[in-house]
């Protein structure tokens, strides 16, 4: 902050070191500011802590177009391990994979505190971008682009003054919740979905080799509840339940002793319960938490922008937060080139671009749960979906399929929710039409499609 | 607060001391409680100040069911003004009535200021209700039933635990702020709609009389915007403009000075203006105000529950605001003597009745801004109202338009949107099966109500 003096610099505020205010500092560094981050938790590089509540996240297109754009892609691919496709796991034992997209395309497996260790460590890279630790955000002074600290070690309050502001400290915004929501006419809401989640670590065999095939997302899909399962590089994976809080047969509020916890893994996932039969000894080891979704507009207000799950925190379903987030920054970057850095012109530009987009990743999470814990199971849909792989494989032109909209390219989320949902009905539609059924010969169904693609040029 | 020493004195703490509140206050001293109420501002009784942002109400059947239910109703009476029905006025000067309902029935126009006095004075009518001025809720403890207030004269704050607490500190209720909004699993929005308002003051004639028609509710419905008349005792009129803040041709941004508001009322508004020519000096009179419809859930935890605006705020619209906080009171009530007192069971009982039907006045609210400012000048609407109170008038059991189900009756608001909405739709359908237009004759409208009638047993 000492810099703060020296004229003509550039300054910038950024409140949260998580996964986007780290990225988005690294952005501001290159384009020449001089950057203050303020971190409520301490340095997580030093201390063994969680940086948030789940441990892995999956790195998609959009992450990676970020990161290759500030030329650190390379560097988290290195911690990174790809999933192909799925791996479901049926009650009988049974197993099935669905790869996530033609042409080996994946998403990508990273912890959160390291991929957030790593972004902190390069934005710090030379003097110009200063993480300070231990500060809460106290105040917020849009129009003046002032912040007030408060250092939880010793008590004392700072204020810092920046060209700029930008609030990156997630779904619970304290810069958010001091400054945009004592605003008139700020809209705000926050729904909780009837669901929670708890994490359960399954480990390594003692050789360090996985217990699960390893480059693939494992769901045990079961109606109205989930399990999942993402590969760690140390040879374990991070597994999530996922489930109603209660109000059904299986819930969290039912799972109240070790036995009912034994009863239930042994029975609904016998698979996972042999490879972890010590399962309810774990169950303590991670809280059962909540789950979101946050909207609110406007984003930006005088001298501060809301990023990340600051402005659109979401549920984790479409594996799309941080990959959203860090689309922000690169949304941000290419408006601050657009606008040679006329924060007026930027801002108004960028929550007017990313709000429908932040609305859709919204959407499309809370629509892939529903696929995840139910629709991957069900014939209709893997018969939908094996069509529309054979679309797009045929004519890759003129057909995407919604989740690869999401995960293998930058296409705007409102965009593939719309076009998403529209070419799900029209293929729902060639299914009825032409009576398809699992059983058609491949060859039939690849006849309709051509009948049906110059018919119509495109399903798009 | 001596008496909670007391033993066996069942004590309730009321936050906000308007005019759910005040009637609350009444109930529970009815019930053998010692009430302390805490109130934000000072003692309006005393002081000349405004009550909240509104100057008039109208209270329509379910307000005169919970007055009238603690036999203060006739106290209320002698300060309310009825009014029958709705006055239009056309850009052009021409107007037209439109009753509210058949066989005389009215809502009642109320100054708020007066009747949340009369209220407070009921309330402090014997000992056992005491209201403490100048208390701001900062803290509360839902469990515990304990609430902090810090006196705003003196900066002493006191902490107050009651067997009960009940928060009707309105819109931006600090109960709810400071306790709910802190809970995980809190659901909660804050919506803006685009429009704000602005009160204007007809006074009256010299000789004190009206210089508009008393006893209804005068409309210039312009299609995006409406002015709005409400009478006041005094011979003068409260006079409301809803408009868009911006964005359109005629919006509050736009009327930057005099100049521009005395043409925009001359124009748009010519009898108006004819009334009151000095329209553009009172402009600044009174502040521009915006919008929100607030929802949130649950509405009880532990020994607190949120009523009145802190639990369902909504746009002014369908006038029942206070009419549904009332009624909050009538169902805690006869849930009260239900169970016996049992709080668990009343809260539990409460939040499960009461919330459809606050997201359902909160629905129907926004409903008719859209019928006053523009459907009641529309005639295809003309025609269906015309055929509604028909129906009504020759099957008074077997329909009941919307606007009296809300009105008129204690029929749920959740009830009275859905039948509402399916009623529209079956008479639009009567309409256009029958090619009814407004050149009908009445005999032939009523033969094809009593055919249509014949077929299906009721409307409803």
């Given at each position: 902050?000492?810099?703060?003096?020296?004229?003509?610099?550039?300054?910038?505020?950024?409140?949260?070191?998580?996964?986007?205010?780290?990225?988005?500092?690294?952005?501001?560094?290159?384009?020449g500011?001089?950057?203050?981050?303020?971190?409520?938790?301490?340095?997580?590089r030093?201390?063994k802590?969680?940086?948030?509540?789940?441990?892995?996240?999956?790195?998609s297109?959009?992450?990676?177009?970020?990161?290759?754009?500030?030329?650190?892609?390379?560097?988290?691919?290195?911690?990174?391990?790809?999933?192909?496709?799925?791996?479901?796991?049926?009650?009988?034992?049974?197993?099935?994979?669905?790869?996530?997209g033609?042409?080996?395309?994946?998403?990508?497996?990273?912890?959160?505190?390291?991929?957030?260790?790593?972004?902190?460590?390069?934005?710090?890279?030379?003097?110009?971008?200063?993480?300070?630790?231990?500060?809460?955000?106290?105040?917020?002074?849009?129009?003046?682009?002032?912040?007030?600290?408060?250092d939880?070690?010793?008590?004392?309050?700072?204020?810092?003054?920046?060209?700029?502001?930008?609030?990156?400290?997630?779904?619970?915004?304290?810069?958010?919740?001091?400054?945009?929501?004592?605003?008139?006419?700020?809209?705000?809401?926050?729904?909780?979905?009837?669901?929670?989640?708890?994490?359960?670590?399954?480990?390594?065999?003692?050789?360090?080799?996985?217990?699960?095939?390893?480059?693939?997302?494992?769901?045990?899909?079961?109606?109205?509840?989930?399990?999942?399962?993402?590969?760690?590089?140390?040879?374990?994976?991070?597994?999530?339940l996922?489930?109603?809080?209660?109000?059904?047969?299986h819930?969290?509020?039912?799972l109240?002793?070790?036995?009912?916890?034994?009863?239930?893994?042994?029975?609904?996932?016998?698979?996972?319960?042999?490879?972890?039969?010590?399962?309810?000894?774990?169950?303590?080891?991670?809280?059962?938490?909540?789950?979101?979704i946050?909207?609110?507009?406007?984003?930006?207000?005088?001298k501060?922008?809301l990023?990340?799950?600051?402005?659109?925190?979401?549920?984790?379903?479409?594996?799309?937060g941080?990959?959203?987030?860090?689309?922000?920054?690169s949304?941000?970057?290419?408006?601050?080139?657009?606008?040679a850095?006329?924060?007026?012109?930027?801002?108004?530009e960028?929550?007017?671009?990313?709000?429908?987009n932040?609305?859709?990743?919204?959407?499309?999470?809370?629509q892939?749960?529903?696929?995840?814990?139910?629709?991957?199971?069900?014939p209709?849909?893997?018969?939908?979906?094996?069509?529309?792989?054979?679309?797009?494989?045929?004519y890759?032109?003129?057909?995407?399929?919604?989740?690869?909209?999401?995960?293998?390219?930058?296409i705007?989320?409102?965009?593939?929710?719309?076009?998403?949902?529209?070419?799900?009905?029209?293929?729902?539609?060639?299914?009825?039409?032409?009576?398809?059924?699992?059983?058609?010969?491949?060859?039939?169904?690849?006849?309709?499609?051509?009948?049906y693609?110059?018919?119509?040029?495109?399903?798009?």
């Open positions: 902050m000492e810099n703060n003096q020296i004229k003509n610099t550039k300054t910038a505020t950024v409140i949260g070191a998580g996964l986007v205010g780290s990225l988005w500092a690294i952005y501001l560094k290159n384009a500011y001089q950057v203050n981050v303020f971190e409520r938790r301490s340095d997580m030093l201390n802590i969680s940086a948030g509540k789940s441990i892995n996240l999956a790195t297109y959009r992450g990676w177009k970020a990161l290759d754009e500030l030329g650190i892609g390379d560097e988290i691919r290195k911690i990174a391990i790809p999933m192909y496709g799925r791996t479901l796991h049926h009650q009988n034992g049974d197993t099935a994979y669905q790869p996530y033609n042409n080996n395309q994946a998403i990508y497996s990273v912890s959160r505190g390291d991929i957030n260790s790593k972004l902190m460590s390069i934005a710090e890279e030379n003097s110009n971008v200063k993480i300070y630790f231990n500060q809460e955000c106290v105040a917020v002074n849009l129009d003046l682009g002032k912040a007030v600290f408060k939880t070690t010793t008590g004392v309050s700072k204020e810092v003054v920046a060209d700029v502001v930008f609030a990156t400290d997630g779904a619970f915004s304290a810069a958010r919740y001091n400054g945009f929501q004592k605003l008139d006419r700020f809209n705000y809401s926050q729904n909780y979905i009837p669901d929670g989640y708890r994490e359960i670590l399954l480990p390594a065999n003692e050789d360090g080799s996985f217990k699960l095939s390893v480059e693939t997302l494992h769901i045990w899909p079961r109606g109205r509840f989930m399990l999942i399962a993402l590969p760690n590089f140390d040879g374990s994976f991070t597994c999530t996922f489930m109603p809080f209660d109000g059904h047969e819930c969290f509020n039912n109240t002793s070790k036995e009912k916890v034994n009863t239930f893994f042994k029975e609904l996932f016998p698979d996972f319960y042999e490879l972890m039969p010590n399962v309810a000894d774990s169950w303590e080891d991670h809280p059962l938490s909540s789950l979101a946050i909207r609110c507009f406007p984003w930006t207000r005088g501060v922008a990023m990340g799950d600051a402005a659109h925190a979401t549920v984790p379903f479409f594996g799309q941080m990959n959203c987030g860090f689309e922000d920054c949304v941000m970057w290419s408006l601050m080139q657009k606008h850095e006329n924060w007026d012109a930027i801002f108004k960028y929550e007017t671009l990313r709000k429908p932040g609305d859709a990743v919204q959407d499309l999470s809370l892939n749960y529903i696929v995840m814990r139910d629709k991957v199971a069900d209709d849909f893997l018969l939908l979906q094996k069509i529309e792989r054979r679309i797009n494989f045929l890759p032109d003129a057909y995407f399929p919604l989740y690869s909209m999401v995960s293998f390219t930058d705007s989320y409102h965009t593939a929710l719309t076009k998403g949902n529209e070419q799900e009905n029209k293929i729902k539609q060639l299914i009825s039409e032409n009576a398809i059924t699992k059983d058609t010969p491949d060859a039939k169904i690849d006849e309709i499609i051509h009948q693609i110059q018919k119509s040029s495109s399903l798009n």
